[in-house]
């Protein structure tokens, strides 16, 4: 199938605050979200229910309170669970509201790595860990103040996604340029420092010994 033709052309909020809230409820049996992609970022939130959603090429079951984070230009889709009713929130912003207006290192080290895939961010949010409630939380006062249009929402809908920027990065997979697959950055930083760590127990070892004159 033609990529192209999947594309939605639905406008998502203002030029000056390209930001939308989309509250849907489906009933039993009725289909969900239809293959399509979108250049904005989308977050969504299961309020009742249980769906299944495709983002990419993974599949996942989604129950209500956990959600999935779509990165720009991924194809994603919805479909229900056993004919049962659902409802969720969408939460879908332009990359230009977050991004810098210079190319600055927020940019640089933060919202392009997002945007161009060297990383990969976690895609479904359980709640399971603390990070992914905190982004919960996070997520659902960005819906609430713009559902109730909060005379600030503008400016505390840019700190909130932030911080939920600066989580999924901080859990993000890096991708390798030599193979192509993901690894966890947290994991590879872990390593990084058990390896400098026990580089320079040995190597305090080694002085030692060298000092003391015993045999290495």
């Known amino acids: ?20 809230v989309y509250k849907l409820q489906y009933a039993a049996g009725e289909p969900i979200l239809d293959c399509h992609w979108h250049e904005e970022l989308e977050f969504l939130i299961v309020t009742s229910g249980r ?8 599949m ?21 669970i056993d004919g049962s009713p659902c409802s969720f929130d969408a939460f879908v912003f332009h990359s230009d509201f977050v991004a810098s207006s210079t190319y600055d290192s927020i940019q640089e080290k933060f919202i392009a790595p997002l945007l161009n895939r060297p990383y990969t961010p976690p895609i479904q949010l359980k709640g399971e860990l603390d990070w992914e409630k905190h982004v919960l939380v996070l997520l659902q006062d960005m819906i ?9 929402r503008e400016l505390t809908t840019k ?4 911080l939920i920027v600066a989580e999924l990065f901080s859990h993000a997979a890096e991708r390798s340029p030599d193979t192509g697959t993901y690894t966890n950055r947290e994991k590879t930083e872990l390593l990084k420092t058990v390896s400098i760590t026990f580089t320079s127990i040995t190597k305090s070892r080694s002085d030692l010994r060298s000092l003391l004159f015993w045999p290495i």
């Open 144 to 152: 609430r103040s713009n559902v109730e249009v909060e005379p600030l």
């Open 1 to 20: 199938m033609n990529r192209d033709t999947l594309k939605e052309n639905r406008i998502h909020g203002h030029p000056i605050y390209p930001v939308s």
């Open 60 to 80: 996942m079951e989604v129950s209500s309170g956990q959600a999935v984070f779509i990165p720009s230009g991924e194809i994603h889709a919805g479909f229900p």
């Open 159 to 162: 700190a909130r996604l932030y």
């Open 51 to 58: 769906a299944l959603f495709q983002v990419g090429t993974e």
